[in-house]
């Protein structure tokens, strides 16, 4: 599990409002997240159908080519 050292920032009435965390823990947490999403995505995608090398280069054309237009 992620150590995490932790500072609590107190209102007048010394009720927690915030937390303050180093950044380069700030900066594990946000990478532990986006590889969690990235897995989550290959799940969603991983019995979708795949493309030849030829037809995803047809397909980024096709869209390239949309693009250009607009």
Same mark, same amino acid.
């Given at each position: 599990?992620?150590?995490?050292?932790?500072? %609590?920032?107190? !209102?007048?009435?010394?009720?927690?409002?915030?937390?303050?965390?180093?950044?380069?823990?700030?900066?594990?947490?946000?990478?532990i997240?986006? !590889?969690?999403?990235?897995g989550?995505?290959?799940?969603?995608?991983?019995? !979708?159908?795949?493309?030849?090398?030829?037809?995803?280069?047809? %397909?980024?054309?096709?869209?390239?080519?949309?693009?250009?237009?607009?």
């Amino acid at each position: 599990m992620l150590e995490i050292s932790k500072s %609590y920032v107190l !209102d007048d009435d010394n009720n927690p409002i915030a937390v303050q965390i180093p950044l380069a823990e700030f900066e594990k947490i946000e990478e532990i997240i986006e !590889d969690y999403g990235l897995g989550k995505l290959i799940e969603e995608v991983e019995n !979708d159908e795949t493309l030849s090398k030829k037809e995803a280069l047809k %397909y980024l054309e096709s869209i390239k080519n949309k693009n250009v237009g607009n």
